[in-house]
């Protein structure tokens, strides 16, 4: 099956400095989502990606649609404590319906 | 406010009970789909639904079952087949639409067998 590869696992950084994460995946996907997840709630929607190359912000997140169609990043810039958290990738392949495969996280600590 | 209700927030179980973890969504969607996370770890599919009265197994289905008699509702009753029951369990919701689809979660169900 498909499968997702997302790095770094975590990261501490301290705060105002900028974040980066990525997913790549063993096969082309159609779609990418980042969400973030804050303890004990459910994955929240950042930013959806549709169209490769296609390049999206939401305030202070950017995020990216790989050229090859098998990666994307997610970049942070400025952080501040309210970041922490875990971030998922998930991506919808060309086989797969409206199913997502989810990449395992990435968890950030953000130190004040 | 539309969006995904999850009930309840957390839930406790005697072993050997079956459960009913309740979702329900007024954003039209077509499509549902049941989670389990365990800590540290990403999300596996259990279960998902495109269209009313239909439902397909996901990744890790064994001791699960689900229905979706209506489109708004999509409970999934964790029996007492599945080894491993305490987790937390997220539903999602979409318009199931091939290639541009995007899921939204609900705030998720802290289950808890004892």
């Known amino acids: 099956g498909q499968q997702l590869n997302q790095s770094p696992q975590s990261m501490f950084i301290q705060e105002g400095e900028d974040v980066s994460m990525n997913c790549t995946s063993s096969?082309?996907?159609?779609?990418w989502l980042w969400y973030k997840q804050d303890p004990g709630e459910g994955p929240v929607l950042l930013i959806a990606?549709?169209?490769?190359?296609e390049l999206t912000s939401n305030g202070r997140l950017t995020a990216q649609f790989g050229i090859t169609r098998k990666d994307s990043f997610l970049n942070i810039s400025a952080s501040i404590p309210s970041d922490v958290g875990i971030y998922f990738c998930a991506g919808q392949g060309e086989t797969s319906g409206s199913r997502l495969t989810f990449g395992e996280g990435t968890q950030l600590t953000v130190n004040p | 406010d539309g969006g995904i209700t999850q009930s309840p927030k957390y839930l406790f179980r005697k072993e050997g009970q079956n459960v009913t973890l309740s979702c329900e969504q007024n954003?039209?969607?077509?499509?549902m789909y049941w989670y389990r996370q365990d800590p540290g770890q990403g999300l596996r599919l259990i279960y998902y639904s495109q269209i009313v009265n239909d439902f397909q197994k996901g990744d890790i289905a064994e001791g699960y079952s689900v229905s979706r008699e209506k489109k708004e509702s999509f409970p999934l009753t964790v029996t007492s087949a599945q080894k491993n029951p305490t987790a937390f369990y997220l539903c999602?919701?979409?318009?199931?639409?091939?290639?541009?689809?995007?899921?939204?979660f609900g705030p998720g169900t802290r289950l808890t067998v004892l």
């Open positions: 999602a919701s979409s318009f199931g639409t091939l290639n541009v689809d995007t899921q939204y």
């Open positions: 990606l549709y169209k490769a190359g």
């Open positions: 954003l039209n969607h077509d499509a």
């Open positions: 096969s082309i996907f159609n779609t």
